[in-house]
């Protein structure tokens, strides 16, 4: 995929990911003040940390597309991965922040507190929350996909996140309805802790991205089914790759004839070179190591 049709499409992602939690952080934390729902209102801050960390996200990215330079000569794409770190992080903290005040909430309750309970528009615009974020989810993963950018991803699951943190809501509030308003609390601090696992799965996969955890067997058995059937190479003994965001830089080392001449192990390291790059999406460069095979047989004189 061409750079500025990826960008295109992460910043579409990114855009309206935004927009709606513009008008979603605005409605809920609105309607959870005045439709008496610590439920609705913990999820309105959600929704308020999601739009702090989503202009973050727009700014790491276009610094991302800076160009290689003499510091950086694979480029500033890890930027993106250091975003998706930025949105795991903000998750983690704003479940943490919901997951207390639910339980102080909920502990006033039930040792007697008064409760307004919640109003009947508070439950409609969780259930207005859990549509929108369905639509999203469906729209930011597929776009995640087609880019691979992690930022992307990192994204689509916390609008998956924010698909069960309206519906823990609003079964809280349908519940607080019924004459029970300390579920309505206590739903938040559920719901705070399904946040609290997506934050950490976002940090988990962003830090192994960074820290090179690559190449996957998945990966390392592609790059051998390729090179399974290239002239003359007798086999693929590593392969070594280093992820700069959502490319891939690969190291390979090959065995080939040691009869073979140098011009000769030129040219099929070249032959593999060219067959990964046009077989693999998003691999950048690729740098191929040969030497003579081991324990082959000394030629006949």
């Known amino acids: 995929m061409q750079s ?23 409605l809920k934390t609105f309607i959870g003040v005045f439709g008496h729902s610590a439920a609705l209102l913990a999820d309105g801050i959600n929704s308020t940390s999601d739009v702090a960390y989503y202009i973050v ?31 795991g992080s903000f998750v983690i903290t704003t479940a943490v922040a919901i997951f207390w005040d639910s339980i102080n909430t909920a502990f006033d309750l039930l040792s007697g507190g008064a409760s307004a309970g919640a109003t009947s528009a508070t439950l ?32 689509a699951s916390d609008h998956r996140n924010d698909i069960f943190s309206a519906s823990g809501a609003a079964v809280g509030i349908f519940l607080s309805r019924t004459g029970h308003p300390w579920v309505d609390p206590l739903a938040g601090a559920l719901v705070a ?12 996969n962003s830090a192994l991205e960074l820290m090179d955890a690559v190449p996957t067997q998945e990966l390392s058995d592609q790059i051998r089914g390729l090179l399974a059937n290239v002239p003359d190479i007798m ?38 070179e060219t067959r990964l790059c046009r077989e693999i999406e998003l691999l950048r460069q690729v740098y191929v190591h040969y030497h003579p095979k081991r324990n082959q047989p000394a030629p006949v004189a």
């Open 193 to 204: 802790l399904l946040v609290l696992k997506t934050g950490i799965e976002i940090l988990r």
């Open 124 to 155: 409609w615009v969780a259930l207005l929350t859990i549509a929108a974020k369905i639509a999203l989810t469906v729209f930011t993963k597929k776009i995640g996909r087609q880019t691979g950018n992690p930022a992307v991803l990192a994204l």
């Open 57 to 87: 996200v727009k700014v790491f990215m276009n610094f991302a597309r800076k160009p290689a330079d003499r510091e950086h000569p694979y480029g500033h794409s890890q930027l993106e991965t250091i975003s998706a770190l930025v949105v």
């Open 235 to 272: 086999e693929v003994e590593e392969v070594h790759a280093h992820r700069f965001g959502p490319y891939l830089v690969v190291n390979i080392t090959i065995a080939i004839d040691g009869a073979l001449t140098v011009t000769d192990g030129d040219r099929i390291a070249t032959e593999a």
């Open 4 to 26: 500025d049709r990826r960008h295109s499409l992460s910043s579409a992602a990114v855009n309206a990911g935004l927009a709606a939690n513009v008008i979603l952080a605005a």
